[in-house]
């Protein structure tokens, strides 16, 4: 065989090689895409109504390729009133099994089905989630910082080390010079002597140290002092497990859709847990915890998910309030959020970001309130409400373009306590 | 001579107690001596170190209780009602009236849970006025005596098991033809008349019966004889030149106060460049707020009242061409009143008698003087007639004669408590206990309720539905601003119920109103529909047979008395309400009790002296009661108010002053509330202590009210009010500057804002209700008599009332004003409302130790209760003495139990979130409402808007039905308290002198008298 038939041989086999191996990739790659496929028209079609596993407003889609024909499946979904009427027995039963609910039409392609009931069935062969298992967001491990504090305490030991191997030193010198002297032994001190006879001898030394304790003590007592009822980091447990950085993270829901209140009143407000079923009503599992949770909004309401309907013994939710004013402290949300036009986050910290359980982010004392009013900049221009005024501070001399809150009077007593 | 202005006979007399009043605000001296030691001469105690153990205790306490955070529940709603946002107030357009008082108020409700309540302006009625009684009714609602369930005999029931027995009951009557009798106080709704209908049809022996404890029906029955009328006409004092009044309280209890007063001061402004005032004639016997405001008053026993009346019926009939009749008057009297007539003439078809006695002679002559005026139509409108009176003396007497021979059978009570308001009160109580079926629909204990064999509790005003027609053609309605706080039902569907109609009253309303309303939700949200221009008022001739009426008039001997009405109380229903009950008298300026006034002649020929209990006796009745020596009180005349004395009502009432309704006389079938032949002795009993603040926080006799009189002004603006110049020297020369050029401090640099208010002493009638509405607004605490009395009161704003009387200027030089005691018999009277004054220099900031109370961009003196430390510096260096310090903690606190809207759970719901409820040991005062500043900026900020004069109001301002308030931006060149400002006529600032530079003005009083006359 000449070098070209060999050539020529082993580019078949190479051909026939990487024909068969595109022809599998393309194949596993089509499979993949229409489980990929299905997933995104799952979602967008079907979840609302439907889980693989479980029964929500309709039946659990599990196993539906082996209940049903695929052609009676095509027919149902894109048009399900229809299939009841003709009086298929199975569909009439269904129809009154779910609360006389109808599912909608759907104007999908047979092969967009197809993939939907390909994702079901891959869905479906998955083992069950553990709640609460791994890769939970928030458990992956941080980067430890390691506390400058050791350094420190390190470097205080080498110091210390040192100042006794130099007296150690000083010592042998002194007496070693005493011996050549020929001068007498000091007479022998108690301890309170020497200490005494020292300090004596290091006046200055003894003032700057005594200065310094006793500032550090003040300045330490005085931060003591004035932190007592500050309750920053405060993070009580929830009745419910609540997770703020699933809900405003994850699932981008604006803080508004719940919070209400803080556009226009005094109080932001714990939602109301009629806002809490908007979703809750469909979406009855959670991806941390499950069922569990979602279950005590039921509860409260006392909501039949299965039946959708509400019973007579519904029961308050008692949350924990974790930012607590004092009475004496009047603060209005709108003022801030619809006027001042403050993000949510500037005083509640990153909730969508690492809030798992919500906790105080700021300290909430007065000084914090002054501070940002030293800063903060009045929205004033487009206001008619600030116009004239806007104008005449602008013309004040030596006026600058930034009006801060403290400027127009926000640090006075009665803009927050009466 | 010159006008001495005088705060009580106390200061007359110079007594000790009022010097040491004036000389030192805080009189009493810590018990220091007590805390610190033993016995003062036991030297070897060491109180130093005892006080400060105490004192490091104290603090370890303080800071340990500190650490402790307490952990606090937030509970949402389950299902969150659309209107309601936590923390954003909702108002709701409703009614108050109950039997007595009327007005058609907007609800404030914060949270499901009605806090305040403000006048509707959308009413031709009140007008957007409400008065003290209405204010306070908020703080009934929360009253804890209310009945928590139906009772059977005293013992809680089901509805159901009420419902059976009344039914059954009331069917067995029924069909034994047995008297069921249904009394109530007057009803003016007309759903509610045709329940009572439907349950007459039901049971044909039924009849209802209205009663009012205080009773106008003379002016029904003089109506019915002069005019063939069975109403009481509505007026348009608005329309009068002058007014003449014959013991009508008109602008405080009259049938419709809060009407009259709208009117009464529309007439009496002098803004906006009128130069013309109505003239207000007052002929009475005891001193009320009406008389205290007229700009004549003449006193009169009330048994000469049908001698004034005759006399000025004659003389207006001798120009009119009318027969006279006989009268009694002569002298003085008959002088005085041909003066008065003459004015009447002058003034025909503007001018308007009104007589406030329930004597039907008497009220025959006046409808005479008024159609000879020919009045009607133009002031007195008979045809769109006032519903607010309906009961019948003579319905009542009937009621009365029935229970004594026993014919009743069944007896239900709505809305009146017959005990205790009716003079024959015992017989009925005896009566009541024969009768087989006794039903009382009080929502609250009292002296009838508790006697009645089955309570079955309505709901409060605002917990229910309602219509109203408080004049003829003006409807209003009334709608539940709260859930039931009990298990109570509203006595229409009880009514329903028992007549085999049950169902829901709203529904019944509804169905009611269909023909009404153009459209309900209007309605509703309107809280009134009033048929545009209504009946055409026409003109009466009187009919009546006066000659005869005039004959009636009787000679009487001895004292007379004059049963009156507090401005507080009124007729007593609400006596368990304790902010009515700290209001001070806005005459006497007392608090907590009744009295007698008598008059200073009378008091100096007896020897009686304020405090002295005396016995009163009226045939076979009798009371026991403190004097107080009244200037005003005509003599030979005694008065006492009602509405005390009660014994069933709860814990703030009972057993307070005494009850003078068994006082109340009967002339024929009507009620007499004047009666003569009284017999009074003094006891031997201990003088009784009184808790007034007439003499509290005085301005040491400095001149702060200013007056002039009509035609002074008229020639010189800035009559009455002349300029403070102080003497300065500018290099070596001397001469004279204006006090507010002189000062001592920079001026504080305006923000955006510059508050401000103006009070019109010319249109303040001294009522009281902007009192309350502060006190409901502002979490004022109430601190019960003992308290007052050690001048302790913490009302944020008072009503001085100073008297005045000529007086010789040798005797104001000799220092000796005790010879003013005699003109001060009928002293003129100035009513003067002084709040924080918030001063741009004020004395108060400059020596707060702590920098508690400072001053605000916007003008206001800013009180820090969380920096107070209570050195009472401030209050001490404040010239108003408008401080009050928090001697106790009033909230949560026992020993404050009449204070119910601090101290239960339920009266605490009445409290102003919005305010802070203060602390012992600091000071507080007027924050000029700055919590509704506050929220008036930040909806004008959410909205981007400018905010608009009168967007913001005062609570005090809002309540006014007289508009004497005035709130206000300076800063904004369109306000009104610009326009108002005007320092070349009547504005004026108190104690000007001071140049503290107050953002509070006044405008002089004027007088529409002649100058130099006797008033």
């Not at chain 2, 005479?368 to 009176?389: K, P, V």
């Not at chain 2, 007549?499 to 109103?513: T, V």
């Not at chain 2, 459209?519 to 949200?525: I, M, N, R």
Request: hydrophobic share 35%; with cysteine.
């Amino acid at each position: 065989m000449s070098i070209i038939g060999r050539i020529k041989k082993s580019s078949l086999t190479y051909s026939l090689f990487i024909v068969a191996f595109f022809a599998v990739l393309t194949v596993s790659a089509q499979d993949a895409a229409s489980t990929q496929d299905g997933e995104a028209l799952f979602k967008a079609n079907c979840a609302s109504c439907h889980a693989v596993k479980e029964k929500m407003i309709g039946p659990a889609l599990k196993g539906i390729e082996t209940r049903r024909s695929e052609e009676w499946i095509l027919k149902w979904v894109k048009n399900s009133s229809a299939v009841i009427k003709s009086g298929d027995d199975y569909a009439v039963k269904l129809y009154n099994d779910n609360n006389k609910v109808a599912m909608p039409s759907f104007n999908l392609k047979d092969a967009e089905i197809n993939s939907i009931l390909a994702y079901i069935k891959v869905e479906a062969a998955k083992p069950d989630a553990v709640p609460g298992g791994a890769g939970v967001p928030g458990a992956a491990p941080v980067q430890e910082e390691k506390p400058i504090g050791l350094y420190l305490l390190i470097a205080a030991i080498v110091l210390l080390l040192l100042a006794g191997m130099l007296g150690r030193v000083q010592q042998i010198l002194e007496r070693t010079v005493r011996q050549r002297e020929g001068l007498p032994e000091p007479v022998p001190m108690s301890r309170k002597a020497a200490a005494i006879h020292w300090a004596r001898n290091n006046k200055k030394l003894v003032a700057v140290l005594l200065l310094v304790f006793v500032s550090w003590g003040s300045v330490k007592g005085w931060y003591t002092l004035k932190n007592i009822g500050v309750m920053q980091g405060y993070t009580p447990d929830q009745p419910i497990k609540y997770s703020h950085k699933l809900h405003a993270g994850e699932m981008q829901i604006q803080c508004i859709y719940c919070h209400s209140g803080a556009e226009r009143g005094k109080v932001a407000g714990i939602p109301s847990a009629n806002v809490c079923m908007n979703c809750h009503k469909y979406v009855r599992k959670g991806p941390e915890t499950g069922t569990e949770e979602i279950a005590k909004i039921y509860k409260a309401l006392d909501y039949d998910p299965d039946k959708g309907t509400y019973g007579p013994n519904p029961k308050p939710i008692q949350w924990v309030r974790v930012h607590n004013l004092p009475d004496l402290a009047y603060f209005n949300h709108g003022q801030h959020v619809a006027v001042g036009k403050i993000a949510c986050q500037t005083c509640h910290g990153p909730v969508q970001d690492s809030m798992t359980v919500v906790g105080q982010y700021s300290p909430l004392t007065m000084g914090w309130c002054i501070d940002c009013h030293r800063r903060t900049e009045v929205k004033m221009a487009g206001n008619a409400y600030y116009n004239d005024y806007h104008k005449e501070l602008l013309s004040k001399p030596g006026a600058d373009s930034i009006i801060t809150v403290s400027e127009i009077g926000g640090l006075e007593c009665a803009r927050c306590h009466y | 001579m010159s006008q001495r202005y005088w705060k009580g006979m106390e200061e007359l007399r110079n007594e000790p107690e009022f010097n040491r009043l004036k000389n030192n605000e805080f009189y009493e001296n810590l018990p220091l001596d007590e805390v610190m030691q033993k016995k003062s001469d036991d030297v070897s105690l060491t109180p130093r170190r005892d006080f400060l153990k105490f004192l490091g205790f104290g603090v370890a306490a303080a800071s340990l209780a500190a650490c402790e955070a307490p952990v606090r529940k937030t509970i949402p709603y389950l299902i969150r009602p659309d209107q309601i946002t936590p923390g954003i107030a909702n108002w709701y357009a409703s009614t108050y009236f109950d039997g007595y008082d009327y007005c058609s108020v907007l609800v404030k409700t914060r949270d499901g849970r009605p806090i305040k309540l403000e006048g509707n302006t959308l009413s031709s009625v009140t007008k957007g006025g409400v008065n003290a009684r209405v204010q306070a009714s908020i703080l009934s609602l929360y009253d804890s005596v209310r009945y928590k369930s139906p009772m059977i005999g005293g013992k809680s029931a089901s509805w159901s098991e009420v419902d059976g027995e009344v039914a059954g009951k009331l069917a067995g009557i029924a069909a034994k033809g047995g008297k069921i009798r249904i009394l109530s106080s007057t009803v003016n709704s007309p759903s509610t008349l045709k329940v009572i209908g439907d349950f007459a049809t039901k049971f044909p022996t039924a009849k209802h019966i209205q009663y009012d404890a205080v009773s106008a029906s003379a002016m029904r029955q003089a109506n019915m004889e002069s005019f063939g009328v069975n109403a009481i006409p509505s007026y348009s004092l608005d329309k009068a030149e002058v007014i003449v009044s014959l013991g009508a309280d008109f602008l405080v209890n009259w049938i419709s106060p809060v009407e009259h007063s709208k009117q009464y001061a529309a007439t009496r402004k002098l803004d906006d460049g009128k130069k013309s005032m109505s003239r207000h004639i007052q002929f009475e016997s005891a001193l009320s707020v009406t008389g205290s405001n007229a700009d004549q008053r003449v006193t009169v026993k009330p048994s000469q009242q049908m001698a004034v009346a005759t006399a000025l019926y004659n003389a207006v009939a001798a120009k009119s061409g009318a027969t006279p009749v006989a009268s009694s008057a002569s002298g003085e009297l008959q002088k005085t009143v041909n003066t008065v007539a003459e004015e009447l003439l002058s003034s025909k078809g503007k001018s308007v008698v009104l007589c406030g006695i329930n004597n039907v002679a008497l009220q025959n002559v006046v409808n005479g003087i008024n159609a000879l005026l020919g009045n009607y139509g133009s002031t007195i409108d008979l045809d769109n007639y006032s519903n607010l009176r309906n009961g019948s003396d003579a319905d009542m007497a009937g009621l009365m004669d029935e229970l004594s021979k026993g014919e009743v059978a069944a007896l239900l009570v709505y809305n009146c408590n017959p005990v205790y308001t009716h003079p024959k009160g015992a017989d009925i109580a005896k009566a009541m206990k024969s009768i087989e079926l006794t039903v009382a629909f009080s929502d609250r204990p009292d002296e009838t309720a508790s006697m009645c064999g089955y309570n079955c509790p309505d709901l409060h005003q605002l917990e229910s539905w309602n219509d109203f027609e408080p004049r003829h053609g003006a409807y209003s309605l009334s709608q539940p601003t709260i859930s039931p706080l009990f298990d109570a039902r509203q006595m229409q569907e009880s009514l329903m119920n028992w007549s085999g109609n049950p169902g829901n009253y709203h529904d019944y309303l509804r169905a009611n109103w269909s023909a009404k309303a153009t459209s309900w939700e209007k309605a509703l949200q309107d809280g009134l529909v009033e048929t545009t221009g209504g009946t055409v008022a026409q003109p009466y001739t009187c009919k009546a047979d006066l000659s005869a009426a005039a004959n009636t008039a009787s000679a009487t001997s001895g004292m007379e008395l004059v049963i009156y009405e507090k401005t507080g109380i009124g007729n007593g229903a609400q006596a368990n309400n304790p902010w009515l009950q700290e209001l001070p008298d806005p005459i006497t300026k007392i608090t907590w009790d009744n009295y007698l006034t008598v008059s200073p002649a009378d008091a100096r020929e007896k020897g009686w002296k304020q405090g002295n209990v005396i016995t009163i006796k009226v045939g076979n009745s009798s009371v026991k009661a403190p004097v107080v020596v009244q200037p005003g009180q005509a003599v030979g005349t005694v008065g006492i108010a009602l509405g005390y004395g009660r014994t069933v009502a709860g814990k703030v009432a009972d057993n307070r002053g005494v009850n003078a309704y068994q006082l109340v006389g009967m002339e024929g079938s009507t009620l007499s509330y004047n009666l003569s032949g009284v017999s009074i002795d003094k006891t031997t009993d201990d003088d009784y202590v009184l808790a007034g603040t007439q003499t509290h926080h005085t301005m040491m006799g400095r001149e702060i009210v200013k007056e002039t009189t009509l035609g002074a002004w008229i020639k010189n603006p800035k009559a009455g009010n002349p300029e403070e110049l102080f003497e300065v020297h500018v290099g070596h020369e001397k001469t004279e500057k204006p006090a507010e050029e002189v000062s001592l401090w920079d001026n504080h640099e305006d923000g955006h804002h510059h508050w401000g208010m103006a009070i019109d002493l010319n249109s303040c009638t001294g009522c009281g209700s902007c009192v309350v509405a502060c006190t409901a607004e502002n979490n004022v605490p109430v601190v019960g008599k003992d308290e007052v009395q050690r001048s302790r009161e913490m009302h944020w704003m008072r009503i001085d009332r100073y008297y005045s009387s000529d007086a010789d200027p040798k005797e104001g030089e000799s220092g000796d004003i005790k010879l003013m005691e005699i003109p001060s018999d009928n002293p003129r009277v100035v009513f003067q409302p002084v709040m924080c004054q918030h001063c741009a220099h004020a004395p108060c900031e400059t020596v707060c130790p702590v920098i508690a109370t400072s001053h605000s961009s916007e003008g206001l003196n800013q009180m820090t209760y969380n920096r107070c430390v209570g050195t009472r510096y401030c209050a001490n260096n404040c010239p108003y003495k408008v401080r009050r310090f928090n001697w106790f903690k009033y909230s949560d606190n026992e020993q404050f139990a009449t204070n119910i809207s601090m101290n239960d759970d339920l009266g605490k719901m009445v409290l102003n979130p919005d305010v802070t409820v203060r602390a012992r040991g600091v000071m507080e005062k007027c924050s000029m409402c700055v919590q509704r500043i506050q929220e008036g900026k930040l909806n004008a900020k959410r909205a981007g808007q400018p905010i608009s004069d009168g967007q913001i109001q005062t609570a005090c301002a809002q309540s006014c039905p007289t508009n004497a308030i005035t709130f206000g931006d300076f800063r904004n060149k369109e306000s009104r308290l610009n326009k108002l400002w005007d320092p070349k006529g009547r504005s004026y600032h108190l104690l000007g002198e001071l140049n503290v530079q107050p953002n509070v003005y006044y405008q002089t009083k004027v007088r529409n008298i002649e100058e130099g006359k006797e008033a």
